[in-house]
């Protein structure tokens, strides 16, 4: 008997699949035939032309009944919480509890358990080929956990209410966190469940995954996507580092001039990438309070103990720059101009990191 095969391939060894069910449909099996396997009339593949209808629903039927599930990211997010809270929730607590653990640990008190270890810096996150309609207001949470306590350590989180507006030429998640330095001995997990404001609430999901750094490589942009948009994460893994916590960007003379956008952005010395710790287009409005305290959005940058970090106020195209050398604790303060308009003074918080809880 020729098969297709034969006619198709010219002779050509070739795999096909016989399924077969019994007539209740409880079960179905499947194997593998390879060409000159005798397959009776009544198991006839279904492309054949004399099927007829009865067998075709048939068939039908059989291939419904053993087609793959594929789990939905709700399904998956469910296993994952699962495991966590069967692996950690008796140590740790509740799977949304987050990270109680400070940035400050050894700040004013050296002689704490802490050391200079390898952590993983996140520089931004990318919303990517949305096929939804531009601008997106997301709102929903990131972050990540480490092994040091399991626990959350957000990197961005709002509310329905309080969307962030992303376009096509700005697609950067306005980044909050992380509110300690993310410690980078075992693989750390990224959680993403963002969402887009529209009319109907139950019809907002954009992406809800999770992404497992394992290390390995010292710069990553990595990508989560589903039908409906990618996300981009880009982190790098840093040896041997404290943490910086800029504790506050204060305008201690003259005031932020009129109408200039501005920046507050730290260079770890690490990476030709900047993290932005305060980014505001109104210049008529800006996050100052009575004390002249910039309100930062992000405040914890992880420094490599051999490199030094810069911290940079931008105001429109002027900028004003400081360095500063990494500590195992304490505070180191500096100052510097804006655009001949007002005077900083920039002050950070050192400490080493905590490994175990």
């Known amino acids: 008997m020729e098969t297709d095969g034969q006619a198709a391939g010219g002779g050509e060894s070739e795999k096909r699949t016989r399924t077969e069910g019994n007539s209740d449909g409880e079960s179905a099996t499947t194997e593998e035939i390879s060409e000159g396997d005798e397959i009776t009339d009544d198991e006839q593949i279904t492309e054949l032309e004399d099927v007829t209808e ?6 039908a ?12 990211e ?48 996140v520089y931004s996150i990318k919303v990517e080929k949305a096929k939804l309609r531009w601008p997106l207001h997301v ?28 376009t ?37 999901a954009l992406i809800h995954q999770t992404y497992w750094c394992n290390g390995g490589s010292r710069l990553g942009v990595m990508s989560c996507s589903n039908k409906r948009c990618k ?28 109408d200039y956008a501005g920046k507050v952005l730290c260079h770890d010395g690490s990476s030709h990438d900047e993290l932005v710790l305060l980014d505001f287009r109104d210049g008529r409005n800006p996050p100052v309070d009575q004390d002249g305290n910039l309100d930062l959005s992000r405040r914890v ?27 195992p604790g304490g505070l180191t303060e500096s100052e510097c101009d804006v655009d001949g308009h007002c005077r900083v003074k920039i002050t950070v918080a050192w400490s080493l990191l905590v490994v175990l809880e």
């Open 54 to 59: 009865e067998e075709r629903a048939r068939w």
């Open 61 to 72: 039927k059989i291939d419904r009944q053993i087609e793959w599930k594929v789990l939905s």
């Open 74 to 121: 709700e399904e998956e997010m469910d296993n994952y919480r699962q495991d966590w809270e069967f692996g950690y929730a008796h140590r740790f607590g509740s799977f949304d509890k987050e990270t109680e653990l400070s940035s400050m640990v050894s700040t004013y008190d050296t002689s704490v358990d802490a050391w200079a270890e390898t952590a993983l810096q």
């Open 139 to 166: 709102y929903g949470m990131v972050d990540i956990r480490d092994a040091v306590d399991h626990r959350r350590n957000i990197l961005f989180n709002r509310k329905r209410d309080n969307c962030q507006i992303i």
């Open 168 to 204: 096509k030429n700005d697609p950067y998640l306005l980044l909050t966190g992380p509110s300690r330095a993310i410690v980078f001995l075992d693989p750390a997990v990224f959680e993403i469940n963002l969402k887009v404001k529209g009319e109907s609430e139950d019809k907002e």
């Open 231 to 258: 996300i981009n994460l880009s982190f790098m893994e840093l040896e041997e580092t404290v943490q910086a916590t800029i504790t506050s960007v204060q305008i201690i003379r003259g005031s932020w001039p009129r």
């Open 301 to 327: 940058v992880s420094v490599n103990v051999h490199n030094n970090m810069t911290v940079s106020v931008d105001a429109s195209e002027s900028r004003c720059a400081v360095v500063f050398t990494p500590e």
